[in-house]
């Protein structure tokens, strides 16, 4: 068994129950706060949602990844139009055990990772400590991109 780390968001719909669906579908152990976020990479829609969840998986990063994408599909994501724009699911595979994999269409850790706070707040309330192969803690990083703000 791997443990993973999946970033959840979400602004359009029953937001909260979006999140939880998700997280129950992809069987997730633990789920972090959910937390009100500003949009980020295209600002004018509606504020995102956001948490992240834990999960053991047996199942290899691309199959995970694979997983992922049909429970957004399941719970009405289209992915069409503005990149980075308004979506009832979003779900991203951030770390996935120690590995650094970079292969197309998949970059464990994520590669935004450590750029964002919506995602890096969450995953400091299941695990500060927690290590992101090559950035540091989550903390470290966590107080890297607040230090700059």
């Given at each position: 068994?791997?443990?993973?780390?999946?970033?959840?968001?979400?602004?359009?719909?029953?937001?909260?129950?979006?999140?939880?669906?998700?997280?129950?579908?992809?069987?997730?152990?633990r789920?972090?706060?959910?937390?009100?976020?500003?949009?980020?990479?295209?600002?004018?829609?509606?504020?995102?949602?956001?948490?992240?969840?834990?999960?053991?998986?047996?199942?290899?990063?691309?199959?995970?990844?694979?997983?992922?994408?049909?429970?957004?599909?399941?719970?009405?994501?289209?992915?069409?139009?503005?990149?980075?724009?308004?979506?009832t699911?979003?779900?991203?595979?951030?770390?996935?055990?120690?590995?650094?994999?970079?292969?197309?269409?998949?970059?464990?850790?994520?590669?935004?990772?450590?750029?964002?706070?919506?995602?890096?707040?969450?995953l400091?309330?299941?695990?500060?400590?927690?290590?992101?192969?090559?950035?540091?803690?989550?903390?470290?990083?966590?107080?890297?991109?607040?230090?700059?703000?």
């Amino acid at each position: 068994m791997t443990c993973a780390y999946v970033g959840l968001g979400s602004n359009l719909g029953d937001r909260e129950a979006l999140i939880r669906e998700a997280a129950a579908r992809i069987g997730a152990i633990r789920l972090s706060p959910i937390v009100e976020t500003e949009p980020w990479g295209y600002a004018d829609q509606p504020r995102f949602l956001n948490a992240v969840a834990e999960l053991e998986t047996e199942l290899p990063p691309r199959e995970l990844l694979g997983l992922l994408l049909e429970v957004e599909r399941r719970l009405g994501r289209v992915r069409a139009g503005q990149r980075y724009g308004p979506r009832t699911i979003d779900l991203d595979l951030l770390l996935y055990g120690e590995e650094r994999l970079q292969e197309p269409d998949l970059e464990v850790p994520h590669p935004r990772l450590h750029e964002r706070l919506f995602v890096l707040e969450p995953l400091a309330e299941l695990d500060p400590g927690l290590e992101i192969p090559g950035i540091g803690t989550v903390s470290e990083a966590l107080a890297g991109l607040q230090s700059e703000l």
